[in-house]
């Protein structure tokens, strides 16, 4: 019975040296290996404070006598979870959809991004798995829709087509009654007035009593004619002409057909331009010092109006005191908005 103790001892005693020296051996061989405290109810890096401290002492061995390192081995039991020592991440691609909104046309329109987030999680098997979301979000796009206005008597052979349409699609201008635009026909200073109104943007503005005798506070042109005044674009008629019209005192003459020099004096202020005065003359029948001789050689010198060859065939002209027709005044317009201050 003695000697069945006796080597029943030494056999247990084997088995444990076995035991510990394999529980060094791989403690001392990785620092990678489960040693989460938590997972055994441990607190700290030792455990010093859990009644589970006891498992550390039995299963594994500190490394290099560190009793507080965080590299105990804590039992075979445990398996190894850093995909650095054979285990490989994996990831499952979850994709979410949204809808893609889509809006009025002309108006923005929404395009999809997606936005990927991820959670790797560790598991026992020594691999990473991690789970990727796609969500889609929507970013406004402006797309542009096509003006359908048009005139029947502007044809797009006609020489100011492109400039009628621009101002037209942008509601500066309207036609007349029958769908037509008349591009041939002359403007008056009411009309012009609320072109440069709605053309250059003029604040609108509204006195308390109205700035001129003829433009009462029910006209159709009143709003614009007021906010051209007040930015200072436009001014009324001499006395002599408003006695003339049979209205005395400070008038604008809405219904008054505007003439070339006019509109190149009203298009300057309501712009603002740096003015240009050169000493020579860039046409002949505007020469230096007369009405509108700055307006005009300022917006002559960005392109914005022309001349043409006198009746004479010398030299080149303006013909400041004609007319204007509303084909010309979609032009000046339409190049005064383009160029800017």
């Not at 029943?8 to 061989?29: I, K, P, W």
């Not at 081995?73 to 054979?86: C, D, I």
């Not at 037509?180 to 604040?203: D, E, H, V, W, Y």
């Amino acid at each position: 019975m003695k000697n069945r103790i006796k080597t029943l001892s030494s056999g247990l005693v084997a088995v444990v040296a076995m035991l510990v020296l394999t529980s060094y051996v791989l403690a001392a061989s990785s620092a990678n290996y489960a040693l989460n405290w938590s997972q055994i109810g441990a607190s700290g890096g030792q455990g010093l404070g859990s009644s589970n401290y006891s498992l550390a002492a039995t299963l594994g061995e500190s490394l290099a006598g560190k009793t507080s390192s965080s590299n105990y081995s804590l039992g075979l039991g445990y398996q190894q979870v850093n995909a650095a020592l054979g285990g490989q991440p994996t990831q499952t691609a979850t994709r979410t959809a949204t809808a893609t909104p889509t809006l009025t046309a002309g108006g923005p329109t929404n395009t999809a991004t997606a936005i990927i987030t991820g959670t790797a999680t560790p598991t026992a098997s020594g691999s990473v798995t991690g789970t990727t979301t796609v969500t889609a979000t929507s970013t406004p796009t402006q797309t542009s829709t096509p003006c359908t206005i048009s005139f029947s008597d502007v044809l797009t052979t006609n020489i100011f087509y492109s400039d009628i349409q621009f101002l037209a699609c942008r509601g500066v201008i309207s036609g007349f009654a029958g769908g037509t635009f008349q591009p041939n026909s002359n403007t008056t200073r009411g009309q012009f007035a609320k072109i440069a109104a709605l053309g250059f943007s003029l604040p609108a503005f509204t006195p308390t009593q109205p700035t001129f005798v003829d433009v009462a506070s029910g006209s159709v042109f009143y709003g614009y004619v007021e906010a051209a005044a007040h930015a200072g674009a436009v001014n009324g008629l001499s006395a002599a002409q408003c006695a003339a019209l049979g209205t005395p005192g400070s008038c604008y003459g809405p219904n008054v057909l505007i003439s070339r020099v006019q509109v190149a004096v009203i298009v300057q202020r309501a712009r603002n331009y740096p003015t240009v005065t050169p000493a020579v003359p860039t046409f002949t029948d505007v020469p230096l010092g007369s009405f509108g001789y700055t307006a005009i050689q300022t917006l002559a010198s960005r392109n914005i109006i022309n001349g043409a060859a006198c009746s004479g065939g010398v030299g080149t002209c303006f013909r400041p005191n004609d007319n204007i027709r509303r084909g010309e005044l979609s032009k000046v317009v339409h190049r005064a908005i383009d160029s800017q201050p």
